[in-house]
């Protein structure tokens, strides 16, 4: 038992090696986890990891935002695209592209979700720590296939629905809805560890960090 006992610890020490001595071991009241961590602020520990997943970040001011989304789907070429029936209109002011509008009540197929250039959705919250945005089905996200299925998604995120670390979120969420977790674009390996994107969700993931005034 004391060998058992002391690989552990040994591993442990390994580990806390390049933890510097007067490092505390608790959070600072006060402090958010990023800053605790050295990290830096909350919204560029969140870019930086969607941007380490390769996903495609801007930061935008609110009066930016329309304009900033007609010029996503313009970049990605998008004529047609699925939008949950809760998505604000003034997201898509001078987009030019149309619109296929689903919801719970008139929800679209999975041939016509999969015949559209991508989806525009909001979000429920997103975790600077670990780069992820959740979606909870709330009506500016939409049913989950809205977003799995085609092969494109831009997301806006607003600078209230970041939070610093995943416990935060979870205390924010409802657990009996349906929650997805997107951690960048849908991603996997085969058994030669080369990466495939695209095969449980979109190729392509585009956010929009909401953040300022005007």
């Not at 619109?99 to 919250?125: F, K, Y």
């Not at 998604?153 to 977790?181: K, S, Y």
């Amino acid at each position: 038992m004391s060998g058992s006992r002391e690989r552990v610890l040994s591993r442990v020490r390994a580990a806390l090696e390049d933890v510097p001595a007067d490092e505390p071991a608790e959070r600072a009241p006060g402090r958010a986890y990023a800053d605790n961590h050295s990290a830096g602020p909350t919204l560029d520990v969140l870019v930086e990891r969607l941007e380490d997943y390769r996903a495609l970040v801007h930061r935008v001011r609110p009066r930016e935002l329309a304009g900033q989304v007609a010029a996503a789907l313009q970049r990605r070429g998008a004529r047609r695209i699925v939008v949950p029936s809760g998505a604000p209109e003034a997201w898509f002011t001078g987009t030019g592209v149309e619109r296929v509008v689903d919801s719970r009540q008139d929800p679209r197929s999975l041939s016509e979700l999969d015949a559209v250039d991508g989806a525009v959705t909001g979000c429920a919250v997103a975790v600077a720590e670990s780069g992820t945005i959740v979606l909870d089905g709330e009506p500016d996200q939409g049913r989950r296939s809205v977003t799995l299925v085609p092969d494109y998604h831009l997301c806006v995120v607003r600078a209230g629905q970041v939070v610093d670390a995943v416990p935060e979120a979870v205390r924010l969420l409802e657990p009996t809805r349906p929650l997805t977790w997107i951690s960048g674009p849908s991603a996997t390996s085969d058994i030669e560890l080369d990466r495939v994107e695209g095969v449980h969700g979109p190729r392509t993931l585009e956010v929009l960090v909401v953040a300022g005034d005007g």
